[in-house]
């Protein structure tokens, strides 16, 4: 049993926490909380130059063609340096869904922009409160264009394009939802920016007019491919929030071993140790699901639905119970905007909604167990 | 990443595979196939005695504490060969329970600190399961305080006379050898003055009673000892260097690696789907629903964060502490499922007759057995000390007595 990384992804993680140590500083991420710019240009350039945007696209389309669990990688340490670009959304989201059900020209024409930096995409999925659900989708498709209202849209105000799922039928199946690919600067797309709990990773309003848009992949297919790029963004998302965790455990850590309390450090009181001990274990539970989730995807195994959802609820509960216990071992200071601690604790909270909220997929894991079961 | 096997890898598994399909004890098969929860009951027969022979045919056939060097009963197998082993004796390995101690704590021990002539003689029968031993550690003035224990041991001539109790010894009453830790200086800090022995749990003095747990079962004792004769060639390590030895003895943790701790969540997964309450299924209630997934992905962590620790055997490594946080999460997840499966049955949740739905009464059985997996083999909070000083490196807590003579520490609260 080899139920671990290869000694080339392990030093591609070493590559890219170095990289990111330098490039992407908490001071760097500042920048964008304060809202002086709405994501990292210059840090966004230099992944691509690394060829991290791209490790899982294959060559012909401009990518470095490694795979999924290079990109797991990558997404480990995009988390644990909070770093404020939308690699999320293009990475795991738009450029998954091009992967999954795109024609080759589709593909040649935005994959090779994603690698390189030039395009950011995203996935234009939600419409209001909810979850996921074929029902809440109203935006409608007609005659190859697109009209109605998507919020919220992850990095929708930076995106050169997105995939929407679109209304094209009304028998109340799923087979009424489809896909389409939607060239942003185009025109008859109105991008908003909505404020939200973590400024780092923004949210958008898009308003389709009459926009023109391609179909991705067959018309009534849109759901079927969603579910799969879900589960695929959710492992991907999940290597994030482990990142994140192990930070967030690594500041409390470290803060609890140099604040003196009652002429002590305050990590040999138990009550700290004790928060500090679960923490571990919920980042250790998290990364081994996780662990679970990458094989299943970059083997595409049929365990993957499974997989991923465990990958997510345990990555999504593990980032909230890091995050805020970080802000507990420090005490008041961990409760101010100067130290690091808030901003882990808002991606924490806003990465357990981004596909869909911890419910959601609590949901999903139970439906897919039983299915498991009966099989 | 995958889930093979490395071809030498395979080639014992299927050697293995082959010697327990001709050996095993088919018989218990299906007994030992239903959820136990870690209690392994069998029907008509003492799990020793089906255990014993079981563990015969093992060494009879080289399989019995195969991890050990042949000349002490084993057959020089690697870690990973052992973990192998473990996952295709599968359903057979409950009948080794009573051995484990034996061949995780103290075989390992006096391997490290016994003569050759002991050890040859000695190990060859605690593999074979010829003889059972038990590990008496704990005292009732010592339990997660070990090194607080006061069970006197005093030379004499050659021997060592002892006297005082240990408690919650797993296995005294079936036992034949035990693992000793006394006290033989009590004027100097608490550490120092330990000593480390095996004796015949047959000697003139050893008094074994059955403790009556808080769930109604007797499956540990105390353990009494009345000047108890026991020859120095006897004790395992220098006089005073007890604690070192009873290091080794608690660091023998590879033994976990590969045994799955029970959680409950298997269980607790089916009564789920077939309870039927008023408002329909229980597993379609979403309150319910929260609860399992929460579970299901404690489990799924527990049992993957396993088998990274075999991919560390498999490539040779030491595994890291991950292990560490199994006992940590199970323990607390029974209790809480055994809390959740009975509020699930409403008013008659409390109920235990064999003819109640709901299992016979199996999560009623794992509320009351359940605080003890918590307690035994290290506390929920001495686990947490041991992540947070060994895994995190924190600093360790202020010990008060660590420097003061044994007999000046305090020994009432108020």
């Known amino acids: 049993m080899n139920f671990d990384f290869s000694d080339e992804q392990k030093q591609m993680r070493d590559e890219a926490r170095k990289f990111l140590a330098e490039k992407c500083p908490p001071k760097a991420v500042r920048e964008v909380l304060d809202g002086k710019a709405p994501y990292d240009k210059a840090l966004w350039q230099g992944l691509a130059e690394m060829g991290f945007l791209g490790v899982a696209i294959p060559e012909a389309f401009g990518g470095a063609g490694a795979g999924h669990l290079e990109l797991c990688v990558i997404a480990e340490e995009m988390g644990r340096a909070n770093a404020p670009v939308p690699f999320s959304s293009t990475v795991y989201l738009a450029a998954e869904a091009l992967l999954l059900a795109g024609t080759d020209a589709q593909k040649q024409k935005w994959l090779p922009k994603i690698a390189s930096g030039e395009a950011i995409g995203t996935l234009a999925l939600f419409e209001g409160k909810g979850n996921p659900s074929p029902k809440a989708i109203k935006l409608q498709a007609s005659g190859g264009t697109l009209t109605g209202v998507k919020k919220p849209v992850p990095d929708g105000a930076i995106a050169d394009f997105a995939v929407v799922a679109a209304r094209t039928g009304s028998t109340g199946r799923d087979a009424d939802i489809s896909l389409f690919l939607v060239d942003l600067k185009a025109g008859g797309v109105e991008a908003k920016s909505l404020t939200n709990v973590d400024p780092t990773r923004g949210q958008a309003e898009l308003t389709f007019k009459n926009a023109k848009a391609e179909p991705l992949g067959a018309a009534g297919d849109g759901w079927s491919i969603l579910t799969q790029v879900l589960d695929r963004a959710a492992v991907l998302l999940a290597f994030e929030q482990v990142g994140g965790s192990d930070r967030a455990l690594e500041m409390g850590r470290d803060y609890a071993l140099d604040r003196i309390a009652f002429g002590r450090p305050i990590g040999s009181f138990q009550a700290v140790k004790h928060i500090l001990a679960d923490m571990y274990v919920s980042a250790t539970l998290a990364r081994s699901n996780c662990y679970y989730g990458a094989w299943a995807l970059s083997t595409n195994a049929s365990e993957l639905p499974e997989a991923a959802a465990a990958a997510r609820i345990s990555a999504t509960q593990a980032f909230q119970h890091c995050s805020k216990n970080n802000i507990q071992v420090h005490g008041g200071m961990g409760f101010t905007w100067e130290f690091d601690c808030h901003m882990y604790y808002r991606r924490a909270n806003t990465t357990a909604l981004t596909l869909g909220s911890l419910s959601y997929w609590e949901d999903q894991l139970i439906d897919r167990m039983r299915k498991k079961n009966a099989a | ?414």
């Not at chain 2, 295709?88 to 003569?115: D, H, N, R, W």
């Not at chain 2, 608690?250 to 045994?259: F, P, T």
């Open chain 2, 1 to 414: 990443m995958n889930f093979d096997d490395t071809p030498q890898e395979a080639e014992f598994r299927a050697t293995a595979r082959k010697w327990i399909e001709a050996n095993a004890p088919k018989q218990y098969e299906a007994e030992l196939s239903k959820s136990s929860l870690g209690r392994i009951r069998l029907e008509k027969e003492e799990i020793v005695d089906v255990g014993k022979a079981w563990q015969k045919k093992k060494a009879e056939g080289g399989w019995a504490c195969l991890h050990w060097p042949k000349e002490y009963g084993g057959r020089g197998a690697t870690p990973i060969e052992k973990v192998i082993w473990q996952q295709e004796e599968g359903v057979y390995g409950k009948l080794t329970q009573p051995f484990q101690i034996g061949e995780g704590m103290c075989g390992p021990t006096v391997m490290a600190f016994g003569s050759e002539e002991h050890k040859r003689h000695y190990l060859p029968k605690l593999a074979s399961g010829e003889h059972i031993w038990c590990q008496l550690f704990s005292e009732p003035a010592g339990g997660s305080d070990v090194a607080g224990l006061r069970t006197r041991a005093e030379k004499k001539g050659d021997n060592w006379i002892v006297n005082g109790q240990k408690i919650w010894t797993s296995g005294a009453h079936y036992s034949d050898y035990g693992l000793l830790i006394t006290r033989t200086d009590p004027n100097v800090p608490k550490h120092k003055g330990l000593t480390m022995f095996f004796l015949d749990m047959k000697s003139k003095g050893v008094e074994v009673r059955p403790i009556k747990q808080a769930n109604g079962m007797q499956e540990f004792n105390e353990v009494y000892f009345t000047d108890v004769v026991i020859p120095d060639h006897q004790r395992l390590g220098a006089v005073g260097d007890g604690w070192n030895v009873s290091l080794t003895t608690l660091m023998n943790e590879r033994m976990s690696i590969g045994s799955r701790l029970a959680t409950g969540f298997p269980e607790m997964f089916e009564f789920c789907s077939n309870l039927m309450t008023d408002d329909g299924l229980a597993i379609d209630d979403p309150a319910t629903r929260s609860k399992l997934a929460s579970w299901a992905v404690k489990a799924s962590g527990l049992k993957y964060t396993s088998y990274r620790a075999i991919s560390s055997l498999s490539k040779g490594e030491r595994p890291g502490p991950e292990n560490s946080i199994g006992k940590l999460v199970s323990g607390t997840m029974l209790q809480d499922i055994a809390t959740y499966a009975m509020d699930l049955q409403g008013a008659a949740g409390e109920l235990t007759g064999a003819d109640e739905q709901a299992a016979s009464g199996q999560f009623q059985q794992m509320l009351l057995s359940s605080p003890s997996m918590r307690i035994a083999g290290g506390t929920d909070e001495i686990l947490r000390n041991i992540i947070a000083e060994r895994v995190l490196g924190l600093p360790g807590d202020i010990r008060v007595d660590k420097d003061v003579p044994f007999n000046k520490i305090p020994t009432k609260g108020r």
